[in-house]
T-cell receptor
Framework: DQQVKQNSPSLSVQEGRISILNCDYT??????FLWYKKYPAEGPTFLIS?????DKNEDGRFTVFLNKSAKHLSLHIVPSQPGDSAVYFC????????????FGGGTRLMVKP | NAGVTQTPKFQVLKTGQSMTLQCAQD?????MYWYRQDPGMGLRLIYY???????DKGEVPNGYNVSRLNKREFSLRLESAAPSQTSVYFC????????????FGSGTRLTVV
């Protein structure tokens, strides 16, 4: 059973608009959450993270929101750019699990010019 | 800086053949990981090495073995390849401790026929 789920396999957004990527988790021990971005034929690259003691973290056009009670996090990209077209993975780490990350299935974002 | 280097980039194996996927990092990372990526499944941890000289099983270790040859190198071996091992394999490294900033290699696309 997947502990981290990204229920939308794909998302299409117009350039300049907001992209919202969602992620749900089931493990209450998760205390750190990350988003990775992956282009074709490349490895994933770290994008942004959030600790469970926060509910929001912002980095330029990227903001991650965490709702612990709902076990839900989301990544907002504003404004979306064609270069943001990629697969986005949500990941989580549990207390006591060292640096091991559990990844979601990914969401393919397409930003149309 | 090369970062994390994986070889080969592509490989086709026949069922029952063996092979070793190589991974080397020049970032002085203590911890290294092997993940496989399958459609809709995200990245699943096969094996990891928290530090030089140690290795542990991840979520999907069956059919694989690993060797942490030294701090730089972490190899993944398939002793008798099966079609279910057709996947894209990613090696990653991180400094360790509470740093979750994985650096991924560019991947090895393996097809078992």
């Amino acid at each position: 059973d997947q502990q981290v789920k990204q229920n939308s396999p794909s998302l299409s957004v117009q350039e300049g608009r907001i992209s919202i990527l969602n992620c749900d988790y089931t493990n209450s021990m998760f205390d750190y959450f990350l988003w990775y971005k992956k282009y074709p034929a490349e490895g994933p690259t770290f994008l942004i993270s959030i600790s469970s003691i926060k509910d929001k973290n912002e980095d330029g056009r990227f903001t991650v929101f965490l709702n612990k009670s709902a076990k839900h996090l989301s990544l907002h990209i504003v404004p979306s750019q064609p270069g943001d077209s990629a697969v986005y993975f949500c990941a989580a780490s549990a207390r006591g699990a060292g640096n091991m990350l559990t990844f979601g299935g990914g969401t393919r974002l397409m930003v149309k010019p | 800086n090369a970062g994390v280097t994986q070889t080969p980039k592509f490989q086709v194996l026949k069922t029952g053949q063996s092979m070793t996927l190589q991974c080397a990092q020049d970032m002085n990372h203590n911890s290294m990981y092997w993940y496989r990526q399958d459609p809709g499944m995200g990245l699943r941890l096969i094996y990891y090495s928290a530090s030089e000289g140690t290795t542990d099983k991840g979520e999907v270790p069956n059919g694989y073995n690993v060797s942490r040859l030294n701090k730089r190198e972490f190899s993944l071996r398939l002793e008798s390849a099966a079609p279910s091992q057709t996947s894209v394999y990613f090696c990653a490294g991180t400094p360790g401790g509470t740093n979750y900033g994985y650096t991924f290699g560019s991947g090895t696309r393996l097809t078992v026929v």
